[in-house]
């Protein structure tokens, strides 16, 4: 078949698009038909069919490119020229071909819109490199494509860039909560944005952590701290001088932090369960502005506090809310089957938080 290729490509000079339409089909069924090529043959398989294609309609290249995406010998320029083209007629190639390089595919993301981003995000392979134009320039649809590929690399960079997005999209939850090999410190600040399902399913990954992991994860989350986590309150000073008495004193108990809360004294009580719970004080000042009772639940079973005095502080936090009693039974259930383990776990990379504002 090979002896015929030289009239084959003499033939692409003909200007009918119907012969033209046929003789790329022939040349299409000649090229996978042939056991071996040379090099120079491969050169002209690709310029000839990359010509023969431009004048197609679109479902012709769609053919011509599902049939050449899974081709590991396909003529890079065909493959190149199909890749660049409209995202319908592109989408096989950039999805499956192995004959794309990096370079080509950097090609693709950095000039073409969501669609051709979203292929490439599906690719079986995805390099860092590549991943990190299509955190920079993919929207939400395209990020959370690249976040569910297993088979995409992320750098440190590229994940906290996509960790900071999936925050303030539910959308994106899921997918950055189950990915695979999200550092943990990342993983955890999702805790505080996700529903009660997946916050659960992060529990359950500290909980099965490495130590040594979990050491390493920490060290890089103390570099990554917010520091722009808003000012102290105005009576801050006044309430820790308190709140200092009473620790020198011995009478800061869990029963004074529940005299706080139904006093209204929130600075004096926030102070307070910082200190017990040795987190800092902008992390339990979310805790309980947000009356997030499941993240309250950590801090409490982290320092063995009884399953009756966080009910105590979840019915305070609740009172004006239909329906406390059952809500607040409702989370010490989750309460008590909350390992400490797993708190403290969990615990260990809100204190970094601590840390970072101390220094």
């Not at 595919?105 to 995805?126: C, F, I």
């Not at 502005?289 to 009756?308: F, H, M, N, T, Y």
Request: charged share 25%.
């Amino acid at each position: 078949m090979t002896s015929r290729l030289p009239e084959l490509i003499a033939m692409a000079e003909e200007g009918s698009s119907e012969k033209r339409r046929a003789l790329l089909r022939e040349l299409t069924e000649h090229f996978f038909g042939s056991a071996t090529r040379t090099a120079s043959e491969d050169a002209l398989y690709g310029s000839v069919l990359a010509r023969l294609a431009t004048d197609m309609e679109a479902a012709v290249r769609t053919e011509l490119s599902v049939r050449f995406a899974q081709a590991s010998d396909a003529p890079h320029a065909l493959i190149h020229h199909l890749a660049n083209d409209d995202a319908a007629v592109a989408s096989a190639v950039l999805t499956a071909s192995p004959v794309l390089t990096d370079e080509d595919l950097l090609g693709v993301v950095r000039k073409h819109g969501q669609e051709h981003l979203r292929a490439v995000s599906s690719r079986p392979s995805v390099s860092e490199v590549l991943s990190e134009v299509i955190v920079e320039r993919g929207d939400d649809e395209t990020l959370g494509t690249l976040l569910r590929n297993d088979g995409a690399r992320l750098s440190r960079k590229s994940s906290e860039v996509a960790v900071e997005r999936a925050k303030v999209n539910p959308a994106l939850h899921e997918a950055a909560v189950s990915r695979v090999g999200l550092p943990p410190d990342l993983l955890n600040e999702m805790y505080f944005v996700v529903e009660a399902r997946l916050r659960t399913r992060i529990l359950e990954q500290n909980a099965r952590m490495d130590p040594a992991l979990l050491e390493s994860a920490l060290a890089a989350g103390r570099d990554r701290i917010a520091t722009n986590d808003g000012a102290l309150p105005a009576d801050y000073a006044e309430c820790f001088a308190y709140v200092e008495e009473l620790r020198a004193a011995g009478q800061l108990t869990p029963q004074m932090l529940a005299r706080f809360l139904r006093s209204g004294s929130r600075t004096s009580f926030l102070i307070a369960l910082a200190q017990m719970s040795d987190i800092d004080f902008h992390t339990a000042r979310q805790i309980i502005e947000r009356r997030d009772l499941d993240a309250l639940a950590v801090v409490c079973k982290s320092a063995d506090l009884d399953r009756a005095l966080f009910l105590t502080y979840a019915l305070v936090l609740l009172n004006d809310d239909g329906g406390a009693m059952a809500k607040a039974q409702s989370f010490a259930g989750m309460y008590t089957e909350l390992t400490k383990d797993a708190a403290l776990r969990t615990l260990r990379f809100w204190r970094m938080r601590r840390g970072a504002a101390a220094a």
